[in-house]
Every structure is written in structure tokens, then in C-alpha cells.
């Protein structure tokens, strides 16, 4: 009996209005892609202000709301997606790197640790007066790590864009990741669970 052989295709509802990502990074561009809605990159000029103090929760959901008002004032027709990530270890928060030295720094602090990762999103449509913020927290689990693998790692600058000074999607940072517990996209830096259900939930009107 020969096999048979079948395709199926998933067909993801469109919006309505224009979508942007208020952000440059190309990992979100990249993640952004697989839920097959059209998009547009306009990169937010809000400023990255870490408010000591501040809940990693409650400062995730503000930046990303702070980066997708900033291109929504700029783009009132569109629907616009803002995002932010930092880590968060022996309640620290920890951005993007400074430079090699501070990349080092984390990295080592990192090393045979565990830590969580907090990914904020926000969702502005100015039209029908809507903004929604939410967050998503995976717990990442380092091996040990020599001085150097860090020195290794940080000289191909891939690090420095990054919050935690580390990519999981990288080639030498996975091979530092031992375990996660959670939504792997989110380490990444866009949960696409939780977009797509914030979508379907506040913005069904914006989805044919």
C-alpha cells in the first residue's frame, strides 16, 4: 500500500489596520514572521530608563508601552507592537551590556545560575483609544562557564546587543543554556503565544 500524501495549511486570521513593530532587532523581526501577518518596522525613539525599584513585570510592560506609543503618535492609523526584555538574577535587573567589560561581568554573575528572563509587550491602536500591556517570564538554567568560554563568547560581539549579554537562538550561547522552563520565544525576546492570544482577545474587531 503506498503512502499517501496530504498538505494542510493554517491560514492565520489578517488584520484590518496597518501593523508595525517598534523595533529594529532582527530577532523580533524574525519571530514577528512565523505568525504570517504583514508588518512594518518603524524603531521607537522612546529611551530604555531603568527606574531602580521598579517590579521587572511592571518595568517590562512600561517600556514596551513607552516604545509602541512613541511610533504609534507618529502612526495614529496603525495597529503597533512594542516590546522589551531584560533579565533578572538574585533580583537584579539586568539590560543590554555597556560594553565587553560589563558583558564579562554578567555573564560570569550568570554562570552555573539560574535566572529569569521577563519579556513586556504592548499593543497601541490610537483610533479606538486602546492599549494593552502584558508580560511572559521563562526561568533560564546556566552550566558553569570558564573565563574563557565568557572572553570567547563576548569577542564575537554577539552579546552586547542583548539583555542578560546573551542570545539562546546564538550558536555559542546556546551551548550555555542547560534548561528552560517556559516559553522559549520569550528568551528570545517575543512570546508568540501570548502576543497572538492579546491579539484574539483585546483586537478581534482589528481581525478578519
Do not use: W
Given at each position: 500500500m503506498s503512502p499517501k500524501s496530504?498538505?494542510?495549511?493554517?491560514?492565520?486570521?489578517?488584520?484590518?489596520?496597518?501593523?508595525?513593530?517598534?523595533?529594529?532587532?532582527?530577532?523580533?523581526?524574525?519571530l514577528l514572521k512565523l505568525l504570517g501577518l504583514p508588518f512594518t518596522i518603524v524603531p521607537s525613539e522612546a529611551p530604555e530608563v531603568h527606574v531602580p525599584g521598579t517590579e521587572p513585570s511592571a518595568l517590562v510592560q512600561h517600556l514596551a508601552l513607552e516604545k509602541a506609543l512613541d511610533v504609534a503618535h507618529r502612526h495614529p492609523d496603525a495597529l503597533v507592537l512594542g516590546a522589551d526584555t531584560v533579565v533578572v538574577h538574585r533580583g537584579d535587573v539586568l539590560g543590554k551590556p555597556a560594553g565587553e567589560p560589563e558583558a564579562?561581568?554578567?555573564?560570569?554573575?550568570?554562570?552555573?545560575?539560574?535566572?529569569?528572563?521577563?519579556?513586556?509587550?504592548?499593543?497601541?491602536?490610537?483610533?479606538?483609544?486602546?492599549?494593552?500591556?502584558?508580560?511572559?517570564?521563562?526561568?533560564?538554567?546556566?552550566?558553569?562557564?570558564?573565563?574563557?568560554?565568557?572572553?570567547?563568547?563576548?569577542?564575537?560581539?554577539?552579546?552586547?546587543?542583548?539583555?542578560?549579554?546573551?542570545?539562546?537562538?546564538?550558536?555559542?550561547?546556546?551551548?550555555?543554556?542547560?534548561?528552560?522552563?517556559?516559553?522559549?520565544?520569550?528568551?528570545?525576546g517575543l512570546p508568540l503565544h501570548l502576543l497572538y492570544r492579546t491579539l484574539r482577545t483585546h483586537f478581534p474587531d482589528l481581525m478578519e
Open positions: 496530504f498538505s494542510t495549511t493554517l491560514t492565520l486570521p489578517l488584520l484590518t489596520v496597518p501593523f508595525i513593530l517598534a523595533s529594529t532587532s532582527p530577532r523580533r523581526h524574525a564579562q561581568a554578567m555573564l560570569g554573575r550568570l554562570s552555573g545560575e539560574a535566572h529569569c528572563v521577563y519579556t513586556g509587550l504592548a499593543l497601541v491602536h490610537l483610533p479606538s483609544a486602546r492599549r494593552v500591556a502584558v508580560h511572559e517570564t521563562t526561568d533560564v538554567f546556566f552550566a558553569e562557564m570558564s573565563e574563557s568560554e565568557i572572553a570567547a563568547y563576548v569577542a564575537t560581539g554577539s552579546p552586547l546587543d542583548k539583555a542578560g549579554a546573551y542570545g539562546i537562538q546564538d550558536d555559542r550561547g546556546a551551548l550555555f543554556v542547560r534548561r528552560i522552563e517556559g516559553d522559549y520565544y520569550n528568551v528570545v
